[in-house]
Every structure is written in C-alpha cells, then in structure tokens.
C-alpha cells in the first residue's frame, strides 16, 4: 500500500516563499505522474505542477515562473517551492502519484497567503 504524507504548509506574507514536501511510502512502481494539487474553499481541486514520466513538467498558467516541482530523491520525498506567494494561492495544497499500482493521495496540506 502506497501512502503520502505532506508537510511544508503555513502561512506567509504576500511575496513570502513555502517549499511543501511530499514522502512516499509502500511498494511504488512504474509512476506515471507526479503531481500537486491545490483545493480552495468553494472551489474545485485544481492540478498546479506536474512531473510526467520522462522528466517533462506542467504548471497551471497561475503558477508559471513562481512554482517548481521537483522529482523523487533518493528519501522517496518530492516538493514544491513555491516563491512570490500571492493571496490567491491560499488553498490546502495536496500531492499526488499516478502509477503502476494505482494512484494516492497525501492527507493535503493548508497555504495561506496573508499578511
């Protein structure tokens, strides 16, 4: 059983940075994606980073030139830095694997952009 556990979150001032981090656990193989998500209050799940298998990334519009995924280390963690905060980016911010086994979900967690 492949399990997520997320940790990074907090809150920040506009401008401010957050690098989330993402551990894996249990028997990964043959990973498709890596991927972040981000969920805020009233709205739909967004995808805000993705790692496809061969190394090629995707980033929400939103989040172009400030947001960076990086891949599994050898610590089974992957992360996000995320610079240049806005308060449009408060949301609970979730990873996600896609692979052989199926795909997981980390527990999420919250962003907050205030000052």
């Known amino acids: 059983q492949v399990q997520l556990v997320e940790s990074g979150g907090g809150l920040v001032p506009p401008g401010g940075s957050l690098r989330l981090s993402c551990t894996a656990s249990g028997s990964i193989f043959n990973i498709y994606t890596m991927n972040w998500y981000r969920q805020a209050p009233g709205e739909m799940r967004e995808l805000v980073a993705r790692?496809?298998?061969?190394?090629?990334?995707n980033y929400a519009d939103s989040v172009k030139g400030r947001f960076t995924i990086s891949s599994f280390n050898a610590k089974n963690t992957m992360y996000l830095q995320m610079n240049n905060l806005k308060p449009e980016d408060t949301a609970v911010y979730y990873c996600n694997l896609d692979g052989g086994w199926g795909a997981t979900w980390g527990q999420g967690t919250q962003v907050t952009v205030s000052s």
């Open positions: 790692i496809i298998s061969g190394g090629s990334t």
